[in-house]
């Protein structure tokens, strides 16, 4: 399989924001629990990204997210939590918005799991799984691997330590992974039927996203679905929105999210 995508274009949008939050918010609820998780982040990217580079500069997506982020003023632990790690990675004692490093999902996992959590980063992409190595390296239990996520999804789970959950992040390329990825989670909850499973999405005036959507329409379990939708649906191109589709969300999480989308949406979608 041949992949030209890369994540640094995209890196900070408002569809990371939305994905992050969610990540982030779910770790924390499983650090709850002394017991230890493991974490699988089966479409990994680079890890860690420079939106100072000239492929981040060249789309600045990262304006329409992050940079909005400035002042926005949620009370939560959760946003507090997100904004250490963002000034963290910078070398900063306070989170400032207009950041310069941008944390992906496995150096955000990374940088939250304890001396007994685990994490395992999938990634393809032969260039991208270069930077994601050099991100994890100071991270003795995130594993960076360069495999097809479907390989991974099946042998690592159920993990043993029975807790935690799978970030499942595509980036689409190929048009039958709205089927296949939603084919593959369903067949690893029937493996693993306690773990939390994430599947992010993008929606596309297409309305391709229904497909994978569709798939879940009958699911026997906890499930949540939240989108977030920032822009205009009736142009040709270009995502409008983003979803989230969560299997056994950790009970109070979808509580957070529903309390950082009432503040952090508005600002997305002001002009
Ligand atoms: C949307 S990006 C990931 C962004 C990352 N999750 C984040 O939030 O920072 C998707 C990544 O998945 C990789 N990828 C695509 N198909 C894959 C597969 N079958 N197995 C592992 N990685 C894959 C791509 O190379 C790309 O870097």
């Known amino acids: ?48 990204y420079d939106l100072a580079s000239p492929e981040a500069m060249k789309t600045a997506e990262y304006r329409d997210g992050l940079f909005r982020l400035e002042n926005a003023s949620c009370n939560h632990t959760t946003w507090d939590l997100y904004k250490a790690m963002i000034a963290d990675v910078n ?4 989170f400032t918005g207009k950041a310069q490093k941008y944390p992906g999902s496995s ?28 991100a994890l390296r100071p991270f003795s239990n995130a594993k960076a691997k360069k495999t097809d996520m ?11 330590e029975r807790r935690g959950g799978v970030l499942i992040d595509p980036s689409y390329e190929l048009k039958d992974e709205y089927d296949t990825i939603a084919k593959d989670v369903l067949k690893a909850h029937r493996k693993w039927a306690t773990g939390i499973y994430m599947i992010w999405y993008p929606m596309l005036p297409s309305g391709r996203h229904e497909t994978l959507k569709a798939h879940f329409k009958d699911f026997d379990g ?4 939240d989108e977030w939708i920032y822009g ?25 999210l529903d309390s950082l989308k009432a503040k952090i949406l508005p600002l997305f979608q002001s002009r």
């Open 1 to 48: 399989m041949s992949l030209s995508y890369q994540h640094i274009y995209h890196a900070g949008n408002q569809a990371d924001i939305h994905k992050h939050l969610w990540l982030v918010a779910t770790l924390d609820y499983l650090k709850k629990k002394e017991k230890p998780f493991y974490w699988l982040d089966t479409h990994s990217g680079r890890g860690l």
């Open 91 to 94: 070398g900063k004692d306070s």
């Open 107 to 134: 150096v955000l996992t990374a940088m939250m799991l304890r001396d007994s959590d685990r994490m395992t980063s999938c990634e393809l992409h032969p260039g991208e799984f270069t930077h994601l190595k050099r």
């Open 150 to 160: 479907r390989h991974e999804l099946f042998a690592a789970l159920p993990p043993d």
């Open 222 to 225: 906890d499930i949540i679905i």
């Open 232 to 256: 205009q649906k009736n142009q040709e191109f270009g995502m409008y929105g983003s979803g989230m589709i969560v299997i056994n969300p950790q009970y109070t999480v979808p509580e957070t």
